[in-house]
Nanobody
Framework: QVRLVESGGGLVQAGGSLRLSCARS????????MGWYRQAPGKQRELVAT???????NYAGSVKGRFTISRDNAKNTMYLQMNSLKPEDTAVYYC??????????WGQGTQVTVSS
């Protein structure tokens, strides 16, 4: 059973930085994609960034150039480095894994709050 646990959220001032981590436990075949999603109050969950098992990345336009997704396969951990944070980045950030059978796994979420 795949389990995802996020950490690293918190309160930061606008312009600041945070790094989120997502630790995976449980076996998974190669060929999967991991990603970060976020959900602000009253809004739908949206894609932030994804990274494939081969390292290809994709970003939402709103975070491109400010956020960097990466993964350490040896540690079964994915990261999201968030720089130049804006108040509109405030949301609960979720870690996601989609396996080769298109099954999706989610973490419990971590709160990121950016004050102006």
């Amino acid at each position: 059973q795949v389990r995802l646990v996020e950490s690293g959220g918190g309160l930061v001032q606008a312009g600041g930085s945070l790094r989120l981590s997502c630790a995976r436990s449980g076996s998974i075949f190669t060929g999967h994609t991991m990603g970060w999603y976020r959900q602000a109050p009253g809004k739908q969950r949206e894609l932030v960034a994804t990274i494939t098992s081969s390292g290809s990345t994709n970003y939402a336009g709103s975070v491109k150039g400010r956020f960097t997704i990466s993964r350490d396969n040896a540690k079964n951990t994915m990261y999201l480095q968030m720089n130049s944070l804006k108040p509109e980045d405030t949301a609960v950030y979720y870690c996601n894994l989609e396996d080769s059978y298109r099954l999706n796994y989610w973490g419990q979420g971590t709160q990121v709050t950016v004050s102006s």
